[in-house]
């Protein structure tokens, strides 16, 4: 079985500022990890996705996550925030193998990006 | 390619009646997932086909049932409705079954029941 644990529920941050956003994962099986980002209304969009290779995976919107195996973490990250990130989170998993698209998916982190 | 697309985006029922939500997946995806998403339980999964299907089900009560056409438009309903099923339902779409593809998410179909 597998699980995603995001510490933080809510990320408050200015304008410009660097931030942050904790993910980690617990699996049995090999993994891969997704960061979905959910504007208010709207459905999930892809950030940014770990498949193999390079830890540091760069997505849309200038955000960026490092794989750590030992740590089991996928911790997502933004070097200057802007108003128009304020949204909601989340991280995910997908078993590699077992043919299925099946997301398993964190609690959630909201962003609170404050001018 | 247009995306995923739900209709109704809005739904308000009663206690006890049945719904259908239904999602047309980008063209040339043959999978389609289903989730659930509450402030309470966060997003879950609740099924997902591919070829007409159901290739994998969540832990949901048999009142949520599914199905997918040959052309991959896919339809989920719940009968007997409870107030615990006001959520947001999200449809994803993708290629196929590979563990390298990628989901694509609908905007989703948000249910009230009253």
């Known amino acids: 079985a597998q699980s995603v644990t995001q510490l933080d529920s809510q990320v408050p941050v200015f304008e410009e500022a660097p931030v942050e956003l904790r993910c980690n994962y617990s699996s049995s099986v090999s993994v891969y990890l997704f960061w979905y980002v959910q504007y208010p209304n709207q459905g999930l969009q892809l950030l940014l996705k770990y498949l193999s290779g390079s830890t540091l995976v760069k997505g849309i919107n200038g955000f960026e996550a490092e794989f750590n195996k030992s740590q089991t973490s996928f911790h997502l990250r933004k070097p200057s925030v802007h108003i128009s990130d304020t949204a909601e989170y989340f991280c995910a998993v997908k078993r590699t193998g077992g043919a299925t698209n099946k997301l398993i998916f964190g609690t959630g982190t909201l962003l609170a990006v404050q001018p | 390619k247009a995306g995923v697309t739900q209709t109704p985006r809005y739904l308000i029922k009663t206690r006890g009646q049945q719904v259908t939500l239904s999602c047309s997946p980008i063209s040339g995806h043959r999978s389609v997932s289903w989730y659930q998403q509450t402030p309470g339980q966060g997003l879950q999964f609740l099924f997902e086909?591919?070829?007409?299907?159901?290739?994998n089900k969540g832990n949901f009560p048999g009142r949520f049932s599914g199905r997918q056409f040959s052309n991959s438009r896919s339809e989920m309903n719940v009968s007997t409705l409870e107030l615990g099923d006001s959520a947001l339902y999200l449809c994803?779409?993708?290629?196929?079954?590979?563990?390298?593809?990628?989901?694509?998410f609908g905007p989703g179909t948000r249910l009230t029941v009253l």
């Open positions: 086909y591919f070829s007409e299907t159901q290739r």
């Open positions: 994803a779409s993708s290629p196929g079954l590979a563990g390298l593809d990628t989901q694509y």
